[in-house]
T-cell receptor, first 113, second 112 residues
Framework: AQSVTQLGSHVSVSEGALVLLRCNYSSSVPPYLFWYVQYPNQGLQLLLKYTSAATLVKGINGFEAEFKKSETSFHLTKPSAHMSDAAEYFC???????????FGPGTRLSVLP | NAGVTQTPKFQVLKTGQSMTLQCAQDMNHNSMYWYRQDPGMGLRLIYYSASEGTTDKGEVPNGYNVSRLNKREFSLRLESAAPSQTSVYFCASNHQAGGEAFFGQGTRLTVV
């Protein structure tokens, strides 16, 4: 069965600093991987997705993620944090063309001035 | 283009009451989902519908029923609400081959 772990329920960075949010997955087949962002009192918005093309995936708002099969990881990064990046971030995995997504527990990102 | 629309946005129920959460999408997606979100647990799948006329249980289906009324609409029913069902509920949809799921704005449900 597929599963997702996200190391760190809360991450704080200073404005301008590197953002690194960790995601590890387990899957019995090559997975589809996603990062979503949730702002307070809103639904989830797709940041980026990996669907077996390039291993380095670029998303919206300057975020990118690298698929590493050997490490079963899909960590999310952004070179320079902005105050507007403060939100909750969810990693998700799907094994079958995007059906039946399984989400990680989420990481709340705080950006300090 | 509204995307995924959920109603209501907020609801307070007494223990034992019933209610139906409504979800509609206008993107002609085949698959629809209901998730609940609880602090520290991410989103957990309650039920999903891979196509019109089919529904399947997810990770936490107990206490819920669903209906895929047509391709656009997928409702979630609580027959006898319990305090443990206090949560934020999200509906989502995607195209089977497309991958990305689109989410509604959520329904915040409190059962007292």
């Amino acid at each position: 069965a597929q599963s997702v772990t996200q190391l760190g329920s809360h991450v704080s960075v200073s404005e301008g600093a590197l953002v690194l949010l960790r995601c590890n997955y387990s899957s019995s087949v090559p997975p589809y991987l996603f990062w979503y962002v949730q702002y307070p009192n809103q639904g989830l918005q797709l940041l980026l997705k990996y669907t077996s093309a390039a291993t380095l995936v670029k998303g919206i708002n300057g975020f990118e993620a690298e698929f590493k099969k050997s490490e079963t990881s899909f960590h999310l990064t952004k070179p320079s944090a902005h105050m507007s990046d403060a939100a909750e971030y969810f990693c998700a995995v799907s094994e079958n063309y995007g059906q039946n997504f399984v989400f990680g527990p989420g990481t709340r990102l705080s950006v300090l001035p | 283009n509204a995307g995924v629309t959920q109603t209501p946005k907020f609801q307070v129920l007494k223990t034992g009451q019933s209610m139906t959460l409504q979800c509609a999408q206008d993107m002609n997606h085949n698959s629809m989902y209901w998730y609940r979100q609880d602090p520290g647990m991410g989103l957990r799948l309650i039920y999903y519908s891979a196509s019109e006329g089919t529904t399947d249980k997810g990770e936490v289906p107990n206490g819920y029923n669903v209906s895929r009324l047509n391709k656009r609409e997928f409702s979630l029913r609580l027959e006898s609400a319990a305090p443990s069902q206090t949560s934020v509920y999200f509906c989502a949809s995607n195209h089977q081959a497309g991958g990305e799921a689109f989410f509604g704005q959520g329904t915040r449900l409190t059962v007292v």
